[in-house]
């Protein structure tokens, strides 16, 4: 059984980061125990509004597996889209697809995945604990385990991380598949389908977001490393000779995508693996690093992978996955570049990044501790809060309710009556929603014509307010939030 929700930071993670790089970004925070203090009120903070639930709590959860709740879907949903716009909507040489989970076993054979795709897993003989061997701490040079201490462990083994099910009626060795361990498998083997039907010319790119499943020995980290994970894809075909300067292109493509939804780029770190380090088929690879409260962990890799992938599947299937250039005459299985990344590890960077407290005077002179998501407006899942001044007087609440149905079109507006108008705001505050539209006796006219049908708008960063005419709001909230 998993331990509880507001645990699962600590959860036999005392050694999960030893050797990772602690970049000091968090100021006055950058210490290891208020780092992991941070990390907890994260966590108690995506439970409490609405993120991140564990997944089955009721029956006390399943490890490595997380279920989003309203405000958590609508951030996930921003991100997808607007990775999805950015490489194919607003590009003309990619194309996008959408994989079936489920392939046919000989797809996994050809990559190397049934074969290769393991990480090395030892026990604790003292705890019976089971964790990878890459990860475990050192003490006077020696590996010792997480979770009691001890150095009594067993040798490492290969443990394969496919999730194996079975198709069909029987449970043999002629129905055995697995849940895809990535998605970019499907667009290899659907490459030559796509290129006659989409008409492109290299360079071209298949796009895909998607599930995908890995049978993680320890998953950690609250959302980073689970077992059930969404990933965004691109596989980018080109000639050859285009490989490195379009590997750099893409690196370049990637890291201002980051910053367009709010990361800024001193928060990332390019981590060029050394050639002793990635796979043999790989001419160059980046890993793209977030500074996390509990290290500097991957968002994403940007990688090289020449023709290997093609040619593989050439080989197993027997069918052609060449690409005859018009210009050249000549034919040749094409290479591709992959930036791959994790749409929950992106998910959790961001709120990691949103999340602020700061201490703030009310009204009365009393200091209180604010809790907020400064996430980039694009990407917070509600847009604009809207409220009626005081929620017993009819005349305020329709005008917010027609506010509300004049803004809901274009965003995500959250309508809220209940309490005192500053608790509201720290409601949305603490939810990210970067503008509130207070409705007021100003709005009504009752002060002088001169203010009539405006309304107060309140910046979520900055708390400052302004008079707004309501016919402007849609003009000055869209291309913040787009």
């Not at 602690?22 to 995506?46: D, F, H, K, N, W």
Request: include cysteine.
């Amino acid at each position: 059984m998993p331990p509880p929700f507001h645990s699962v930071f600590r959860a036999k993670n005392a050694g999960a980061c030893v050797g990772k790089r602690i970049a000091e970004s968090y100021g006055p925070m950058s210490e290891a125990m208020t780092r992991g203090q941070r990390m907890e009120r994260i966590v108690s903070l995506c439970k409490r509004r609405g993120f991140i639930f564990q997944s089955s709590e009721i029956y006390g959860g399943l490890n490595g597996c997380w279920d989003y709740g309203p405000l958590g879907t609508e951030l996930k949903r921003n991100l997808k889209d607007y990775w999805w716009r950015r490489m194919t909507r607003e590009r003309d040489d990619v194309v996008g697809m959408d994989g079936s989970i489920l392939m046919n076993r000989q797809v996994w054979r050809a990559s190397g995945h049934e074969e290769t795709f393991s990480d090395p897993m030892v026990d604790c003989r003292v705890c019976k604990g089971r964790f990878r061997a890459d990860q475990l701490p050192e003490k006077d040079g020696q590996k010792q385990c997480p979770s009691c201490g001890s150095r009594d462990m067993t040798e490492p083994r290969a443990f394969n991380l496919m999730f194996k099910t079975y198709v069909g009626a029987t449970e043999d060795e002629s129905a055995v598949t697995y849940l895809r361990p990535e998605t970019a498998q499907a667009i290899f083997v659907q490459f030559k389908n796509v290129l006659e039907v989409s008409r492109k010319k290299l360079p071209f790119g298949i796009a895909q977001v998607g599930k995908a499943f890995r049978n993680e020995i320890n998953p950690r980290n609250f959302t980073f490393r689970s077992r059930e994970f969404e990933q965004m894809e691109l596989e980018y075909f080109c000639k050859p000779e285009q490989g490195p300067g379009l590997l750099d292109y893409w690196l370049e493509e990637r890291l201002k995508f980051y910053e367009a939804i709010g990361i800024p780029r001193e928060k990332l770190h390019v981590h060029e693996i050394a050639a002793a380090d990635r796979a043999f088929y790989s001419k160059g690879t980046f890993d793209i690093e977030f500074d996390f409260p509990f290290g500097v962990q991957e968002l994403e890799g940007v990688a090289y992978r020449t023709d290997y992938d093609l040619a593989q599947h050439q080989k197993f299937s027997g069918k052609p996955m060449d690409y005859f250039d018009e210009e050249t005459k000549q034919r040749f299985v094409p290479h591709v570049i992959e930036p791959s990344a994790g749409v929950d590890r992106t998910v959790l960077a961001l709120i990691c990044n949103a999340y602020d407290e700061e201490t703030v005077t009310d009204d009365k002179g009393k200091a209180e501790t604010r809790t907020v998501l400064r996430f980039h407006p694009r990407m917070a899942p509600i847009k604009c809060g809207v409220f009626p001044l005081l929620k017993n007087n009819e005349l305020l609440v329709a005008k917010a309710r027609e506010i509300t149905a004049l803004l809901k079109p274009h965003m995500l507006v959250f309508y809220d009556e209940t309490g005192a108008i500053g608790r509201r705001y720290r409601r949305q505050d603490e939810a990210g929603t970067p503008f509130g539209v207070t409705v007021d006796f100003d709005t009504l006219g009752e002060r002088g014509p001169e203010l009539h049908n405006t309304v107060t708008l309140r910046h979520r960063d900055s708390m400052k307010q302004e008079r707004v005419p309501i016919s402007e709001l849609p003009g000055r909230l869209l291309p913040e939030v787009l």
